[in-house]
């Protein structure tokens, strides 16, 4: 009997129908890292351990001790001793506790007797790369749903990272049908057609990270195709049944779909493609594709392609080059060619691109990289604001859904960006605040203490939007204090005990809101700047002074108390502080934004802060007016 009823349902309607049927896909499965690439993760991947583990060279030459240097010039050479005042080192070596810099070789002259003359001072931690430069341990490497490419591996492994938790492949099975349809091509007889569209789901099921399993073509026979349909159902995650999806006599894929199951659709209104069925069987997808090639093509396309991205997060958009605005300037050399990693995000409908770190030895800069920027060789760099071309590493809507995120640090950002999409960049609170009134960023992580008020962060936002056209939405409540080594061996007290003279000190970069909270105490406690070995060296985050404490390159530094429990130090508590939100008004009906409020809101996150010590929550996601 010939089946004569098809629907003509448009695609947009089909999808919705179809889709929203599918239950969450959560299937998952450990598998050793160097296995990993092209699947996907099922949850945050955070560091085993730190990258370098050690202090390491960073050039080729001698290891000094950089008090020893201080009267190097070229009027006024200093001698050094081989093997007293100094060691020769390879690029990569470990530091010698003794020494704290690194000369290049090209900036020594040997003596015939094995001593050097050196005509330049050294600084203290010159050329030298401190333990976790690339990677801090407990550092977030990769998100949940993230395909794993190449140079995650690298980063992965770096990190200490030998097996690593991924989304299972969806099973995918694979059933030709049609008397017709043939595997062995020797033989041809006429009437006979090559089972070819069935090798080239195999293909597009595995580029889509499905497991595909692919039966042998089942012939014109109700019977023989049920059982070959229920053995598919039973060992799978989603049905293909290629041919018989028609009107034609011996066309059996929607009886036996409905007898199995439910038949959600039959027709779609589109050219080629017409006939797809789809339907459910034991709430496992079952998709009729009609047999001729080209519409094969096409009802994966829409269909089985759509659905594994669904179950894989995945996006599997063709990159692009695409034109975006500097966010700040970059200096290049005419000696080469330089390929700057880039992190991209919407702000106010500009595109806009942020240098992420440039450093030959820092794999994450891979990872977090949206883009690439090619300086070309007779280029000196570009200007903030100046329009460049950036080669995509990720599809540009993906890109459309981060919030472009430029401000103070703290380890919490990580775990919101694995919930929220963020392209995010530390440059302090001042910095944030800047990138917000120069219409930079879209959302500015802030915690800037006005010295007078005692209040945190609405006095900034008063002075530098005069006219009312920000908000902050309330974030966080964290503890900031003095973090030191385990057991706090040389009986730290507190902010007075920096002039101490037996203490080295690591501060934070200049416009850091943790700076300025150091600075508003040693006001009060009456102590110069001056008298404090180590002011002028600064971290960029609160892991990265953390870990200076850890690897004893200083004694204590000014962070927050997650970051010292991650690395197992003590704290000393200095100040609760407001970690809030500046944006400009306008963002607040930015979908994005609407979003990221949400989730400051949500029980989830509410869950996620009660489990990190050091933080507590007040009205987060609240808004506040600055008049």
């Known amino acids: 009997m010939r089946n004569t009823f098809i629907d003509n349902i448009s695609l947009e309607e089909t999808k919705p129908l179809f889709f929203n049927r599918i239950e969450k896909y959560s299937k998952k499965e450990t598998i050793p890292t160097e296995k990993s690439l ?12 730190s990258s370098p583990n050690f202090n390491a060279s960073a050039m080729d030459g001698i290891l000094v001790r950089s008090k020893d240097t201080e009267t190097a010039s070229e009027t006024n050479p200093v001698t ?13 070596n470990p530091v010698n506790p003794e020494f704290d810099a690194v000369i290049m070789i090209e900036e020594v002259v040997e003596a015939e007797n094995g001593d050097v003359r050196i005509i330049k001072s050294a600084y203290p931690y010159q050329h030298i790369r401190n333990v976790g430069e690339d990677i801090i341990k407990n550092d977030m490497i ?45 033989n041809l007889k006429v009437g006979d057609i090559i089972d070819s ?15 595909p399993y692919r039966y042998s073509p089942v012939r014109d026979e109700r019977e023989l195709l049920k059982k070959n349909i229920l053995d598919a159902v039973g060992k799978n995650d989603i049905v ?23 038949v959600i659709i039959h027709g779609i209104a589109i050219k080629p493609g017409k006939p797809t069925i789809l339907g459910f069987i034991e709430d496992k997808p079952v998709i009729g594709i009609p047999g001729y090639p080209v519409s094969a093509y096409f009802v994966y396309q829409e269909f ?9 997060c995945r996006d599997d ?48 800069s891979l990872v977090k990289a949206d883009g690439i920027l090619v300086i070309s060789r007779n280029n000196e760099g570009h200007d903030i604001g100046e329009e460049v071309e950036i080669k995509l590493l990720k599809p540009l809507s993906a890109i459309k859904k981060s919030i472009v995120v430029i401000g103070s640090n703290d380890p919490i950002m990580d775990r919101i960006s694995d919930r929220i999409k963020l392209s995010l960049s530390h440059v302090g609170s001042f910095g944030g605040v800047l990138a917000l009134k120069k219409k930079e960023t879209t959302i500015a992580p802030i915690h800037i203490l006005d010295s007078k008020s005692g209040t945190y962060n609405t006095g900034v936002l008063n002075k530098y939007f005069p006219s009312g056209d920000a908000a902050l939405i309330k974030g966080i409540k964290r503890e900031q204090g003095l973090m030191v080594p385990k057991g706090n061996p040389k009986n730290i007290r507190g902010i007075e005990d920096l002039i101490r003279a037996d ?37 960029v985050t609160h892991m990265a002074a953390a870990m200076s404490v850890k690897s004893s390159t200083c004694d204590l530094a000014l962070g927050v108390k997650s970051a010292a429990d991650i690395l197992d130090l003590d704290f000393i508590l200095v100040d609760y502080e407001d970690y809030d939100f500046a944006v400009l008004k306008d963002s607040l009906e930015d979908e994005r934004v609407l979003k990221f409020i949400e989730y400051l809101k949500s029980e989830e996150f509410s869950k996620e802060i009660d489990n990190i010590p050091g933080y507590k929550l007040e009205n987060p996601g609240e808004i506040v007016e600055i008049s």
């Open 317 to 364: 958009e063709k990159a692009d080059i695409v034109k975006a605005s500097l966010s700040k300037r970059i200096y290049s050399s005419l000696k080469h060619k330089e390929f700057v990693r880039m992190t991209l995000g919407y702000v106010g409908g500009k595109l806009v691109a942020t240098p992420l770190d440039r450093g030959a030895g820092v794999s994450m």
């Open 142 to 186: 990769l998100p949940s749903f993230h395909e794993i490419r190449p140079e995650d591996i690298g980063a992965l492994f770096a990190g200490g990272i030998f097996e690593i938790e991924v989304v299972k492949k969806p099973k995918v099975a694979i059933i030709p049908t049609g008397s017709e349809i043939v595997e062995d091509y020797r």
């Open 38 to 49: 092209g699947r996907v993760t099922s949850s945050p991947v955070f560091a085993n351990v």
């Open 80 to 92: 050094l001793k081989k093997d007293k005042d100094f060691l020769y080192v390879n690029t990569g």
């Open 503 to 539: 203490l080295t000190f690591m501060n934070r970069q200049r416009g850091a809101g943790t700076r300025i909270l150091l600075d508003y105490n040693l006001e009060k406690l009456g102590i110069d700047n001056n008298d404090i070995q180590g002011y002028e060296r600064e971290a």
């Open 304 to 312: 089985v392609k759509s659905l594994l991205e669904k179950m894989l």
């Open 240 to 262: 293909i049944i290629n041919a018989g999806s028609s009107a034609g006599t011996h066309d059996y894929t929607k009886s036996l779909i409905e007898e199995l199951g439910e």
């Open 197 to 211: 569209n069935s090798r080239m789901f195999e293909a597009m099921i595995t580029v889509s990270g499905g497991e």
